[in-house]
């Protein structure tokens, strides 16, 4: 995928993700403090928009700094910051390269967990986005096929969500729940799933 389609993909992505914005916010509600589906709204229209007045010849790098710094101007919140840093650590992993492919995509999904889980103080099994983007990478970097690695994914991520429902949230406002945590899936790494499912709806390039 080049520059011009990965902006092109990313922009139609995230136009069918604000479409789950009410489930995000009645699962924010539940286990946080309900503001996840205006922050992935906010944030996504705020992509949006930055990502159609870039320059044709910007390259995967600057598409991804573009989409961090939209995100996190658009809003003032912590899960806001975490994934603006991991789109900013995976834009480093794309420097000098024009085409993005399977073994881009892989290292800058590792890259992005790595920071969540460093920005956040969090690991794998806390019930946090980073479940469904640690499984996204892993699933990435086992895939041969570029073709099938798009529904792998999407596979590996809605796994990671129905996981989160039996485990106890051990970081942020959910954590104050304690066990009344258990039995409900994790908001972020809900929106994590339907964000790979957007990216899997959207066929090639727009005429």
Do not use: Y
């Not at 895939?143 to 809605?158: I, R």
């Amino acid at each position: 995928m080049n520059a011009k389609d990965l902006n092109d993909h990313i922009r139609r992505s995230l136009e069918i993700l604000t479409e789950s914005a009410d489930e995000l916010r009645d699962l924010d509600q539940a286990l946080g403090d309900g503001d996840l589906g205006i922050t992935i709204t906010a944030g996504s229209h705020a992509v949006v928009a930055e990502l159609d007045q870039l320059a044709d010849d910007a390259t995967p790098t600057e598409i991804a700094r573009t989409c961090a710094k939209a995100f996190a101007n658009a809003n003032p919140s912590t899960m806001a910051a975490l994934v603006a840093g991991a789109l900013l650590a995976g834009s480093r992993t794309w420097e000098g390269k024009d085409d993005i492919g399977l073994p881009e995509a892989a290292e800058f999904a590792a890259a992005a967990a790595n920071s969540i889980a460093q920005r956040g103080k969090t690991q794998v099994g806390d019930k946090t986005i980073l479940d469904g983007i640690h499984a996204a990478a892993e699933t990435l970097r086992s895939a041969s096929d570029s073709g099938q690695a798009a529904a792998a994914v999407v596979d590996a991520a809605a796994r990671a969500v129905e996981e989160t429902r039996s485990l106890q949230s051990r970081r942020g406002r959910a954590s104050w729940l304690q066990e009344r945590s258990i039995g409900l899936a994790d908001p972020g790494a809900t929106a994590f799933q339907r964000f790979v499912e957007a990216w899997s709806r959207v066929d090639g390039p727009s005429s």
